[in-house]
């Protein structure tokens, strides 16, 4: 090797050190979109009434309450114990019970065999 070609080979394999860097970062950023907790669906008395987004609750809507996404986010909800998921809007803030990350509307419950139990593990991944 030539005393020009050890400091370009240096650079360059410092470059490519630097790009798994950064790629690996990203990929760490992108796991932390995902969320492991237990769902719970929202009781009829709250059918009608304003979500925190400024909308009315509706039990028929494929929507759900989480405590910090953005309102409009669309997240999968996903059981890992029966493979069942349901695709839902964030529209309101909740819930506010220990271990609990997702309240469900009745319908995206339903879909997720919710509603003889109460309360499941989920999975929570962001989808946009």
Do not use: W
């Amino acid at each position: 090797m030539g005393a020009r070609t050890r400091p370009f080979l240096t650079c360059c394999l410092a470059g490519l050190l630097t790009l798994g860097t950064v790629a690996s970062v990203h990929a760490h950023d992108t796991s932390a979109e995902a969320q492991e907790g237990y769902a719970s669906f929202y009781h009829d008395k709250f059918q009608g009434r304003t979500t925190a987004s400024g909308e009315p609750f509706d039990q028929n809507q494929l929507t759900a309450a989480h405590r910090n996404l953005p309102f409009g986010t669309e997240v999968m909800v996903t059981r890992p114990d029966t493979g069942q998921e349901v695709r839902v809007v964030i529209n309101d803030r909740g819930p506010f019970v220990k271990g609990r990350i997702i309240d469900l509307s009745k319908r995206a419950a339903r879909k997720l065999g919710l509603l003889q139990r109460g309360v499941a593990p989920v999975m929570v991944t962001q989808i946009n």
